[in-house]
């Protein structure tokens, strides 16, 4: 008998038919002689309603009651979804962020989880129900509302499961698991049963939507096996968890990450002391502009080129702050792209094999695809190419690395 | 400079335009210097949009989630509601029932207050806040979440006044005061400037549904000064206090009640002896069926007619009841009346002075109306009649009693 957190998000909990259908895999599992806690979200749409009203009343809307607000969306859900479970003869009982104790500090809107008190919990297992907390929200040590911003759910349903200690957190989707890469994009893309939290990490922060990189973070720091199932589809899967894949030759990458939304912005021949760096970054950091990608390459004289990659959408504001640089630091001009891409390939293999950038690179090349920036880390490389070049760049390396081969049949 | 409670109820609040039409009246009464509570509802259709909700999935919820699930009307509502405040420049913290801790009993779905720990409130108005709090709704010693019932919004803010010991609580409302009759039936009914509690409780148990029962009790059993007003016209509205009106000569009577909802049981030739009424009225009330008035004539030899109303709604359920009990009891059979109506003349001022019943009967035989069922209590005279003859009735008594004269001017 194992103790399993699942997370329904908002799709998964759409409606009352999805509610209901909810309902019966929990009573599917609970069947199995597992206990259940159930972590929710709003249903779809919900929250986008409660912010519009919220927006017609202030632009920008105090912080403090747009948590009191938009935590009835997932309120909502959980009295649903226990009427349901009661419906099918399943005992039941909901709780919110604030009844459960899901302590945070007062950063409303997007608060950081502190504790959990599972002591309520506990007791209801022990007496068969099947427990339903609110996701994405909490109480501050004041008694506050608190959310912890959008997609929070699913940090709350890793809390949760650290906080309890459960044998696997369950996240529902509306994919069947982790992809090789998008198969939107490539259509040879490959579901993997097993990936590590490092590579989630970075399939997740280069653009692999499947889950919130908070709730990743979380899982890996309370070392806490996370799974991405589909609520739609049954099937095994994805695990993420601490270990690399034992069962078999480790393959050297698990997967391509591609993320369309965002801008290069090349700041040309600025002179070669030390501080222009953080001159430059400090300033747009200071903007609230969140830089990505980073490149400087000190080859030739006494200035060079500095490159980073930040979001489309701030591309303009950006330019301003550099402009307002320009006198001060001495720079000839900016350049910017928007028409680019970034592309990341993913594994914990290749921090052992050497030539994997080199077979990457290949790849390109042999496309005709030409590298604008290229940034690497122990388990990641990442190359910005032109956005016209994406679906060709990735399934070139999908197929150079030969990411479509079903490895689990060649084991058997 | 006083503290004035003040409750809108869903209509006041049914939309974003009304909420910010609510906020300009809370901040005009604020810049009057008082100190100001708002105790508010669900926006209108929103609570039946979410029982809704509840009914497709549990024909008979569950109590316990249902309160979880309803009581998300009130948060959108002072979230929204404080929105509205601040954007107006004016300072304002919502409070859900369970953070200003109005603690209830744990009957889910129609739990009784039995604490409000105000010292948050407090603070919030040293701070020159306004404090918006979630009517309906509390929490019990465990921490789950209850409801008061329908309309309990009312005694939600009549609550918080005792516990302030405010100066005065005011129920905002969709008409501009109590009035002497329902306008709709006789054009000359007159608003009342002042009315006690008892009249109001006779008048509110009477079909005149402008305040919850239980409000008035509850406002009556701790003293608060309530107030009727219009959320959409200004006036003065209705003041319910524990003081006779003193300014002038005491009015005889004060209004004129009326309910449509009731229907007429009489159990004909019930032998006359102890327990008899006890068995009838008792396996009544076992079936959850509430009775209003109740006559018995033991007038004639030694069987006689054993009266009550009703509400409509009941009228199978108790005549098959009563059937059960025709062979143990042995009286001769059931008579049942749907078209019927009550009216009621509610005036503290009849206790003192005689011949009222006599002048409101001389009333309806003027007007040829024959009279079924009488009970009268102290401050009250209840006559049952045929349904056609109730404007009839009314306007008859209206007018006889004077009710429509504007006292207030001749005292002048």
Not at 4 to 25: L, M, P, Y
Not at 31 to 41: E, F, K, N, P
Not at 243 to 256: D, F, K, Q
């Amino acid at each position: 008998m194992a103790l399993i957190v699942q997370k329904f998000g908002g799709t998964s909990v759409g409606s009352v038919e999805r509610i209901q259908a909810v309902a019966d895999k929990i009573c599917k599992f609970k069947a199995g002689g597992h206990d259940v806690v159930v972590v929710v979200s709003a249903m779809s749409g919900e929250t986008n309603r409660l912010i519009s009203l919220a927006k017609e009343i202030q632009e920008e809307p105090d912080p403090r009651e747009m948590d009191v607000l938009v935590s009835t969306g997932e309120q909502v859900t959980i009295a649903l979804l226990c009427m349901a479970l009661k419906q099918k003869g399943q005992g039941a009982r909901s709780y919110t962020g604030g009844q459960v104790r899901i302590l945070t500090d007062n950063v409303h809107t997007k608060a950081r989880i502190q504790s959990i008190d599972e002591s309520n919990i506990r007791t209801d297992l022990d007496q068969g129900r099947v427990v339903v907390v609110a996701g994405f929200q909490g109480t501050d040590s004041e008694g506050n509302i608190t959310t912890l911003g959008r997609g929070g759910s699913d940090t709350s349903a890793v809390a949760v499961a650290a906080a309890l200690k459960a044998d696997e957190c369950q996240i529902y989707t509306d994919v069947d698991g982790v992809y090789t890469t998008d198969p939107r994009v490539c259509d040879s893309a490959r579901r993997l049963d097993q990936i590590t939290f490092e590579e989630m990490l970075e399939m997740a922060s280069q653009g692999s939507k499947v889950l919130q990189i908070r709730a990743v973070e979380f899982a890996g720091k309370y070392k806490v096996p996370l799974r991405v199932l589909s609520s739609f589809v049954d099937g095994p899967g994805t695990l993420i968890s601490l270990e690399e894949n034992s069962s078999m030759e480790n393959p050297i990458v698990s997967g391509i990450a591609f993320n369309r939304d965002e801008a290069k912005v090349t700041v040309l021949n600025v002179p070669e002391h030390p501080g222009v760096a953080y001159k430059i970054l400090g300033a747009v950091a200071e903007a609230n502009i969140e830089v990505d990608v980073i490149v400087q390459n000190s080859a030739h004289g006494d200035s060079n080129d500095f490159s980073f990659t930040i979001h489309r959408n701030e591309l303009k504001k950006t330019v301003s702050v550099l402009e307002n640089l320009k006198e001060d630091i001495g720079f000839s001009g900016i350049e910017t792209d928007d028409k680019i891409v970034k592309v990341s390939l993913v594994g914990v293999g290749m921090r052992s094999h050497a030539g994997v950038a080199a077979k990457m690179f290949e790849a390109l090349a042999l496309d005709g695809i030409n590298i604008q920036m290229i940034t690497t880390s122990e388990i990641k490389i990442t190359v910005i190419i032109e956005e016209k070049y994406l679906e060709l760049a990735v399934r070139g390396i999908h197929s150079a690395f030969e990411l479509d081969h079903k490895i689990e049949e060649e084991t058997l």
